[in-house]
């Protein structure tokens, strides 16, 4: 077995995550979070919520998002969640997660088809109407919605007033880093 | 230069001046003015040259519906033409250039136009720029471009930003005038999320610029009061410089916000204007009305302004346009114009009054019965000339002359989906007709209602209106009391026997225009626009088309709802193509999207491809390569002789899994995967309902539900989409699950002779044939990281793609190459891989172009007809079945020197070069450094069949007749011996 | 123009991927149709100024395909239900 491990990089390219700081607003890159959609197969939604309920995962309602202990999710489409996970402790998430649901769900990493930023701070709303039409300042929280930012298909999530994720294609890192920060900067 | 024509009050900050450039010369005004305000202030009348004629002109209002004063504001790259001086907001340093004449303002060469202004008339351009038909482009329409036009363009790059947004809310109001701020504070008031969006840069509309009282404070102060109290509701947002430019489907609105256009540039980071979408629950339009002039002999020069606006520049800019000044009115307003100069100290010298009786102002010269005939006065007004209502003329020295032929409510925005307005007798004027528009209501002027306590109280009745319908409760409006003076007009358009009257001034449009149009039946309004260009450019007729339309009303004979009006579209005034564009501009036209060797290669020196929002690797420089071809030979036949890696990343990757995914793919392929074994890839050929091919790639079998597949990089979206497609309405009860893993993994492809020594040193498993034969699929490990392995090979060489997770591939792209070193391993771009597929005789996306079938690839074979799949029927018409059919095939020179064309056609030895003798195309060429020549893949007809063929490949473009033979698509290896390797 | 999805509630019609007539649901079985009937199923379609039942897919959304009833003479939106419950009402459960 060759002897070597190869080293990750974040989204954005680096060896560690960026922060930028930009007035109000603190936008993070977070590479420690580790993803997987789980969809129910046809017919197993009661198994897949037993087995949801016994490993704390939630299966939050359409255009919500909800924390557990160990695992978050998010809706995505009826029937399918993407879950968040510590990556130091689940980085093969799916690897986690298969035996508690056997065949009820069809479950696919998704760790790195997504670079996710924290955007933290008072008045988000005043930030992302420049880039998303989502009616963020109406959003309960743990409202989570698709939405397109500067072409890009991204997931945004409230988790509070004042902190908010959003996951874009990891490919476009940096192009919706720029378009944060040029945001960031036009209203701040 | 001191503000001669300056008086007092006004809403503008005297403690504070600002200098100014107009056309060179250095001016003074004061935070709150216009730059047509100022210059007014400062004696210059003059600013601009009309558009055919190049008459002498000066402002005619002091808004957003100017059509003479356009000036180009800025210099150097900033500068931007056709800007109207009555709303571009004064700034210190700001700088504007008069437009459309030569060499001066003053002196106008082009003024010649105006001399021979009987040629020039309606219908001038079609007349006389016909034939011949040659001439349109190259000499009429250089011509009449140099001659006729407005503003010019720098052609250097602008500067500035822009950017787009979004917003919502319950309310959106439009216009702060006393409707729109009576409504904002009813709606602001009940909670609800209001946008209160004008054009100016100062809230309150006509309440600035009038001197009459809301309960006992000025106009301008009970809007100030207003305005502070709705910055204090958190759920109102005041935008003002922002023009709600369109109404579109659903409540939604645009609008542009000019955020830095007040500023000499914008703040650092800053947009110099924003486009917002408005996504609301209810509009309430409250855009006030517009004034509309009388037509009469030479109405056009500096001086001659709507009444109102002569009004406007005395309360709200301290500015006596003239130091003698006329009324020429049909209304009541014209008089409160003249009372209002009065008070002022302005010398008003006579009152001219159209009207027989009514109201006689007290202490002003009030001539009742009269008429303007004319005017007088070069670059300017002097005096004008008097017909009383005993038939004698006088001529009055004058030089300013305000006109009001009454007011024209602004229902531009409510007809943006075509409905339209309604004419009403007592005001003499169109008002919006019943809505077409869901969930817009009208209030105020825009209404119809032009008294200020109509105003206030018609926009608290729809904001309440609209609350009710959003289930909201308004509390009680406070209304001050205001003026509510009835509307006394007797319409009267324009002086009986003037011909030269200006009705259109930004387009030269007169009286005698449409008595013309008129004469040769272009009576319809549309034709009458079309003909006349009455109503056309920047100020898209704000003053002018009701007038046109009452005159052509009188030339037929009909009433004027009769004769008909225009509809308004959007935008409600010019909109910067910047502002649309947002940033999209540049390099940030669109987002990129980098694979995961990207900083690898950009260390490398590779050139970049753009293939979608894709960047990839084309070739890879190496030093002393000085041709792009040097660098993609090289790679070719690296990679042949040894081993090439190649990022492969943006191929489409869909995870699908459920119990039913192997016999969903057997729908949506032609060929069947149900049967391919776990741990096996298979070649898959998508094609469209209609039988031609739409997408192909392999899918492997991952386990027993669980199927990888991919996508051609150019359709990862598109059959994504088909296939969501296929498995919600199609085939709704399938237990099959889909999701794109395309960036979850970096990929490569690893191919030649060596690309099994040089996997297997970095992966953990044996590789060996045995162990991982030809179409072989599996997960692996790499180090001990998970990883995926594909044995497939688009080259024809000894082949495998290897994933891992994309965080790792910028290690995996250098762990690669260490371990290649040994083996000279390269990494080969995109022109390589073309170059190797072509060579091999793969179809890519110019063989998929969308027309061709299975059978014209050569793989016919693959449709099976022993199962339903998309296509599958189709695919079998008569015509798409032929033996003689195109099929697939490859072309080599004959001279092995020769050159073949991108684009060339196959024709027969001998044949003339026409469509008829066409037998097909070159669809893929490449040089091939392989075989040392050029080679080709194209489509011909019985093609299969004339392997060994001697033809031509002509390409008429590039002048090109190469004799060519047709051999096998497979240059290389067509046995496979070496994929099996 | 906003579309009311049956699960999100309104959202602008740009999220969407407009594909044509929900006349596409009723696809044939390709082992006992024709080529007419396929003929028919591929190329005719209805083009009524008014009320007409249309395919959009959610793409920048829930990826849900639609259908939606709309009024094409003034872009009024008169019903709109997930496709997929519409294919089902149509008989396409296997």
């Not at chain 1, 039409?133 to 999530?157: P, Q, S, W």
């Not at chain 2, 502002?579 to 940030?588: D, F, K, M, S, T």
């Not at chain 3, 959009?56 to 094409?72: F, I, K, M, P």
Request: aromatic share 8%; hydrophobic share 40%; charged share 20%.
């Amino acid at each position: 077995m060759p002897d070597f491990i190869l080293n990750p990089i974040t989204a954005l390219g680096h060896a560690t995550p960026e922060v930028d700081i930009i007035g109000p607003w603190t936008i993070t890159e977070r590479a420690d979070v580790a993803l997987a959609s789980l969809a129910v197969r046809r017919g197993r939604l009661g198994d897949v919520q037993t087995s949801a309920a016994a490993v704390g995962l939630p299966l939050p309602a359409a255009g919500a998002s909800a924390s557990g202990a160990l695992y978050s999710a998010f809706w995505m489409t009826p029937e399918m969640w993407m879950v968040e996970a510590p990556f130091a402790s689940h980085e093969d998430i799916r690897a986690h997660l298969l035996p508690a649901f056997g065949d009820a769900a069809s479950i696919t990493e998704q760790t790195d088809a997504w670079v996710r930023f924290d955007l933290a701070g008072a008045d988000l709303p005043r930030l992302l109407e420049r880039l998303s039409n989502f009616d963020l300042a109406k959003a309960a929280a743990g409202a989570a919605t698709r939405t397109v930012m500067e072409h890009l298909g991204c997931y945004l999530i409230k988790r509070t007033d004042t902190l908010v994720t959003v996951y874009g294609p990891r490919s476009s890192a940096q192009s919706l880093h720029h378009a944060l920060i040029v945001a960031a900067q036009s209203v701040l | 230069m001191s503000q001669s024509n300056r008086i007092s009050g006004g809403l503008i900050d005297r403690s504070q001046t600002l200098r100014f450039h107009f056309d060179g010369l250095p001016y003074l005004g004061h935070p709150g003015d216009t730059l047509a305000s100022a210059l007014l202030a400062n004696g210059v009348r003059l600013m601009g040259r009309s558009f055919k004629y190049h008459r002498p002109r000066g402002p005619i209002s002091a808004g957003s519906e100017e059509p003479n004063a356009l000036v180009e504001l800025r210099s150097g790259a900033r500068q931007e033409p056709n800007t109207r001086a009555t709303v571009a907001e004064l700034f210190d340093g700001l700088t504007a250039q008069s437009q459309n004449r030569w060499p001066s303002l003053k002196f106008d060469a082009l003024a010649i136009n105006d001399r021979f202004n009987s040629f020039l008339t309606a219908g001038f351009y079609y007349k006389t720029f016909m034939w011949p038909a040659s001439f349109w482009e190259k000499v009429y329409e250089p011509i009449i471009r140099r001659a006729a036009g407005l503003g010019s363009l720098t052609k250097l790059e602008d500067p500035d930003t822009y950017d787009k947004g979004f917003l919502h809310c319950d309310i959106l109001i439009i216009g702060a005038g006393p409707a729109g701020l009576s409504a904002a504070l009813t709606a602001g008031r009940s909670g609800a999320r209001v946008i209160l969006a004008d054009e100016d840069f100062r809230m309150g509309g006509r309440l600035n610029a009038e001197t009459f009282e809301l309960g006992d404070q000025a106009g301008s102060a009970w809007a100030d009061g207003a305005v502070a109290e709705l910055s204090s509701l958190p759920n109102v947002r005041l935008m003002t410089r922002t023009t709600v430019a369109g109404a579109f489907d659903h409540g939604i609105y645009g609008a542009v916000e000019r955020v830095s256009d007040h500023l000499i540039e914008p703040a650092p980071g800053k947009p110099r204007q924003t486009f917002w979408r408005i996504y609301s629950q209810r509009a309430i339009l409250t855009g006030g009305a517009t004034e509309r002039p009388i037509a009469f002999e030479n109405n056009d020069r500096p001086g001659i302004m709507l009444a109102g606006s002569l009004r406007a520049y005395a309360n709200r800019w301290g500015v006596a346009v003239g130091d003698k000044t006329a009324i020429f009115t049909n209304n009541d307003d014209g008089l409160r114009t003249a009372r209002d100069l009065q008070s002022k100290g302005v010398d008003v010298v006579a009152v001219i009054d159209s009207r027989e009786g009514g109201e006689l102002l007290p202490g002003i010269r009030h001539l009742r019965g009269a008429e303007v005939m004319g005017s007088a006065g070069r670059l300017g007004l002097s005096s004008i000339t008097v017909r009383h209502a005993d038939g004698k003329t006088e001529v009055i020295k004058a030089t300013a002359l305000g006109v009001s032929g009454g007011w024209n409510p602004n229902v531009n925005i409510t007809s943006h989906h075509r409905s339209r307005p309604i004419w009403r007798d007592d005001i003499a004027a169109f008002v919006p007709g019943s809505g077409e528009i869901a969930n817009l209501s009208v209030a105020g002027a825009a209404a119809g209602t032009l008294s200020t306590h109509g105003a206030l109280v018609t926009g608290d009745e729809v904001a309440r209106a609209a609350l009710a319908s959003l289930g909201l409760t308004a509390t009680a409006a406070n209304l001050p009391k205001a003026e509510d003076a009835p509307v006394r007009i007797t319409p009267m358009w324009y002086v009986k026997g003037s011909n030269r009257a200006w009705i259109d001034s930004q387009n030269d449009v007169t009286v005698k225009d449409i008595k013309l149009a008129h004469q040769e039946n272009f009576t319809s309004v549309e034709h009458l626009k079309r003909y006349t260009t009455l109503g056309m450019a920047t100020d898209q007729g704000k003053t002018s088309n009701v007038l046109g339309l009452a005159v052509m009303a009188g030339l037929t004979g009909k009433s004027i709802p009769d004769t008909g009006t225009t509809v308004y579209r959007p935008p409600y005034t010019p909109v910067a193509l910047g502002a649309l564009g947002g940033r999209g501009r540049g390099q940030e036209f669109k987002p990129f999207r980098l694979t995961p060797s990207h900083k690898w290669a950009q260390e490398q020196g590779a050139v970049f491809v753009e293939v979608g929002y894709w960047l990839r690797t084309q070739w890879l420089p190496k030093a002393g390569e000085t041709t792009w071809r040097d660098s993609v030979d090289r790679e070719v036949l690296a990679t042949r002789k040894s081993v090439g890696i190649c990022d492969v990343t943006t191929l489409g990757k869909i995870d699908i899994q459920g119990t039913d995914a192997g016999a969903f793919l057997d729908k949506v392929y032609a060929n069947t995967f149900s049967t391919l074994a776990v741990g096996k890839c298979r070649y898959g050929l998508m094609l469209r309902e209609d039988g031609m091919v739409f997408d192909d790639g392999t899918t492997a079998r991952m386990g027993q539900n669980e199927y990888v597949t991919t996508t051609t990089t150019a359709n990862a979206v598109t059959v994504f989409r088909h296939l969501e497609f296929c498995r919600q309405v199609l085939w709704p009860d399938m237990d099959v699950q889909l999701i794109s893993t395309t960036e979850a993994w970096a990929q490569f492809s690893v191919a030649g002779p060596n690309a099994r020594k040089l996997l297997q040193k970095v992966v953990d498993q044996d590789i060996s044939d045995a162990a991982f034969p030809y179409m072989g699929a599996g997960n692996i490990t790499v180090g001990g990281l998970r990883a995926r392995l594909f044995r497939i090979s688009f080259s024809g060489e000894l082949a495998y793609e290897i994933a891992v997770p994309t965080r790792y591939g910028d290690a995996m792209i250098r762990k690669l190459m260490e371990a290649g070193a040994e083996f000279d391993a390269v990494v080969y771009g995109t022109e390589a891989l073309g170059v190797m597929r072509i060579e091999k005789g793969h179809v890519a996306g110019n063989e998929l172009n969308g027309t061709s079938t299975a059978l014209n690839m050569g793989l016919g074979k693959m449709v099976s007809r022993k199962k339903d799949s998309i296509g599958m029927v189709l695919s079998q018409r008569e015509g798409m079945t032929r033996d003689d059919g195109l099929r697939l095939v490859g072309v080599k020179p004959v001279n092995p020197a020769a050159e073949l064309k991108a684009g060339s056609h196959f024709l027969k030895t001998g044949v003339a070069a026409k469509a008829e003798n066409d037998d097909g195309w070159l669809t893929s060429l490449v040089y091939s450094p392989h075989l040392g020549h050029y080679i080709a893949l194209g489509y011909l007809k019985d093609g299969s069949n004339r392997i060994g063929e001697k033809m031509r490949a002509v390409n008429l473009l590039a002048g090109t007749d190469t004799e060519i033979e047709i051999v096998s698509p497979h240059f290389i290896d067509p046995e496979g011996e070496r994929l099996r390797a | 123009m906003i579309i009311h999805h049956p699960i999100l509630g309104p959202r602008d019609a740009q999220e969407f991927v407009y594909l044509g007539d929900a006349s596409l649901i009723g696809r044939p079985d390709g082992l006992t149709a024709s080529i007419e009937d396929f003929h028919n199923y591929t190329y005719l379609r209805d083009n009524p100024a008014g009320a007409h039942r249309e395919l959009w897919y959610h793409e920048q959304g829930d990826r849900s395909w639609l259908v939606v009833t709309r009024n094409t003479v003034t872009h009024e939106i008169l019903q709109v239900e997930l496709a997929r419950d519409v294919a089902r009402a149509e008989g396409r459960s296997k």
